[in-house]
Structure formats: structure tokens, C-alpha cells
């Protein structure tokens, strides 16, 4: 008799279960196996549903579609804004949201930074797309950061990805606005 996680070697099987499943679990399956892991990397299907790859049709600028929104999105922000402490910069002041100020034992800030996988430079959360269908622009309020709709959408090659989301952030929290 076969091992009943046999099934899940069958890509098209797992991919269904994994479309199932909410965005965090299928972002941890990453870890499970090779297979897995390539499988996750590689599907149109898993890499839409992660917002990562944007959905097969964009929208025209004359239509009005649902977004959904990438709910990854508060979260990320919550790290960015609400936690920023002057004299560090935003990597540093999201880990001290995370785990508290580090004891004398801890590792160094700048070790934390390049070890914990949310501060690290090729995090993949940068590559996610904001909304599915993905947005084209951004509008920007001129009381709040001195940045212009046309300053963002030219930094984004074609669609907004949280990337762009969290430079304007680290910008409006680098001023005295904040």
C-alpha cells in the first residue's frame, strides 16, 4: 500500500491543495522540499495567487475592477510606520517591534539585520504586487510626502510591488513629517 503523502509528488495535485490554502502556509511550503520549492516557484497559478506574477488580463485605465488586496500589505506597513524610532533606521526599528530591544547577550543590530529573513535586502515580500489585478500607479498626498504620482510611477517599472510601497515609507520616515 502507498504512503498517502505520495500524492502530494503529483504537481498538479499539490498545486490544487496548495491553491487552497492561505497565502502564509503556501509561503512556508517553500520549505518542505525541492519539489515543493520549485513547484511554488515555477506556477503561474501559486505565483498570481502569492502576487507575485500579476493576473494573466491587467485592467485598462477606463475600468474600475475589485482588487483584491495583498494581505501581506498592513502588516508590512504596521512595521514601517508605526514603529519607526528616531535615530534608527526602519529595518532596525521593525525588529525592535518584533522582538524587543536586544539584551547585551543578543547579537549585534547589524548582525539581526542581515540574519532575520523580513530585514534582508532580497526578501521576497518586495517582489509582491500591491492589489490583484495589479495597480498601474499610486496616488501620493502632498501634505504628507513631498513625493509626486509621476516620482513613483517612474521608479516602477510596470507594476506597483510593495518595493516601491516601502521606499516612499522609508522616504516620508527619513523627514521630519513623521
Known sequence: MESPHQIFLIPEVLESVLLHLDLSTILLSQR?????????????????????????EPPTQNEKPERAINPFLNQLLNHFVS???PGHDTAVSSYLFLFGTPNKSDPSLLELKQKHAYLRPEASWRGMLLHQPPVLSLAVSDDLIPLTVEDIERKAAAFLRLKHLERLVE???????V
Do not use: G, K, Y
Open 171 to 177: 522616504l516620508a520616515l527619513s523627514s521630519d513629517w
Open 32 to 56: 518542505v522540499c525541492h519539489l515543493w520549492n520549485a513547484l511554488i516557484q515555477t506556477s503561474p497559478s501559486l505565483q498570481t495567487a502569492l502576487f507575485f506574477r500579476p493576473e494573466l
Open 83 to 85: 514603529n519607526h524610532e
